[in-house]
């Protein structure tokens, strides 16, 4: 019976070491899903102040349009730490014939307003754009 006994020892400790094990790597993948989970909303609250940001681009534009050209001023660029491009193009003229039966010039401008904050190809970039057509 002895015998027996001297064959069975050591089982707990390898069952033992085989559940840490288990726990440490189980306690790994929770840590790095965390950290993800981190990092996407991070993300996503960058990008919304990337959105934002270029918003208040393209309202800046359309306050500074004037009746035949773009603007005078130029235009900023950067807001809340985002580097700011805002083009304006003047895309076509035409005439029209307004209530009283004057004739008149109306002018078409295209507005975009691109926000971008970090490097590109790294993981922490964004990049928001936002456009709109505008009759003067």
Not at 87 to 96: E, G, N
Not at 104 to 111: D, I, K, R, T
Request: charged fraction near 10%.
């Amino acid at each position: 019976m002895k015998h027996l006994r001297t064959l069975q020892t050591g089982f707990a400790a390898i069952a033992a070491i085989v559940i840490v094990v288990l726990l440490a790597a189980l306690g790994g993948f929770m840590l790095t899903f965390s950290n993800t989970q981190q990092l996407t909303a991070a993300q996503d609250v960058q990008g919304s102040r990337a959105y934002w940001a270029a918003r208040a681009g393209l309202e800046w534009a359309i306050a500074s349009v004037g009746a035949t050209a773009c603007w005078a001023t130029p235009p900023p660029v950067s807001v809340d730490g985002f580097s700011l491009t805002i083009t304006c193009i003047a895309s076509s003229v035409y005439t029209d014939r307004a209530v009283a039966g004057t004739i008149g010039s109306v002018y078409m401008f295209q507005l975009t307003s691109v926000a971008r904050a970090g490097t590109i190809g790294t993981p922490g970039y964004v990049e928001r754009s936002v456009s709109a057509s505008l009759e003067k």
